[in-house]
């Protein structure tokens, strides 16, 4: 039972050029998360799903773009990187909704050049 | 004032200590609340919710006291292997919302 897999674990890009985030969970979850973590801050919501077909903007969602596919995935595009974008990303899922425990994957490193 | 916040250490304690981590929340229409743990360059993983009535797991009690907003984990007996980062987490108008989080080290 692999839980939350995200894909690639490391990345880095130059300033302007685009990549997706692929997250999955078989889980059976309904609510998928993505996050982004810097030093000295918390994790820090970008955009999450509650439910399949349905996506809407965190806390900072300036810079990305988000696909639920279906059930299992949540994708993150970043069109145009920026270095601000240089981060950890965590896709995180949950039951129905975030009363419940969220489980996360372990991480993409990201470097904007 | 920010909406979840931590003293973030580090706690630096010998093997055995009991060691205390606080966690003040801004939102008093907070529903649920969390420690979490993250290991270094790991992804943060449930430690355990926390109840009104207080909860123990183990080693680990957490409790909250609503009226102060405040949220609290005492690790009793720590190991070396405690050593980690802990997140406080609230739900706050349906979304997480994390401490920055406490970084422990156990020393032999």
């Known amino acids: 039972n692999a839980g939350v897999t995200q894909t690639p674990k490391f990345q880095v890009l130059k300033t302007g050029q685009s990549m997706t985030l692929q997250c999955a969970q078989d889980?059976?979850?309904?609510?998928m998360y993505w996050y982004r973590q810097d030093p000295g801050m918390g994790l820090r919501l970008i955009y999450y799903?509650?439910?399949?077909?349905?996506?809407d903007k965190g806390e900072v969602p300036n810079g990305y773009n988000v696909s639920r596919l279906n059930k299992r995935e949540f994708s993150l595009r970043l069109e145009s990187a920026a270095p601000s974008q240089t981060s950890v990303y965590f896709c995180?899922?949950?039951?129905?909704?975030?009363?419940?425990?969220?489980?996360f994957g372990d991480g993409t490193r990201l470097s904007i050049l | 004032r920010k909406e979840v916040e931590q003293d973030p250490g580090p706690f630096n304690v010998p093997e055995g200590a009991t060691v205390a981590f606080n966690c003040t929340y801004s939102n008093s229409a907070s529903q649920s609340f969390f420690w979490y743990r993250q290991d270094c360059r790991k992804e943060p993983k449930l430690l355990m919710s926390v109840y009104s009535s207080g909860n123990e797991d183990g080693r680990f009690t957490a409790q909250l006291n609503r009226a102060s907003q405040y949220i609290s984990l005492l690790i009793r007996d720590s190991k070396l292997s405690d050593s980690a980062t802990y997140l406080c987490?609230?739900?706050?108008?349906?979304?997480?919302?994390f401490g920055k989080g406490t970084k422990l080290s156990v020393k032999p």
């Open positions: 987490v609230v739900l706050s108008q349906g979304n997480l919302i």
């Open positions: 995180a899922s949950t039951y129905y909704d975030s009363n419940q425990p969220q489980h």
């Open positions: 889980m059976n979850h309904n609510s």
């Open positions: 799903s509650a439910s399949e077909g349905t996506t």
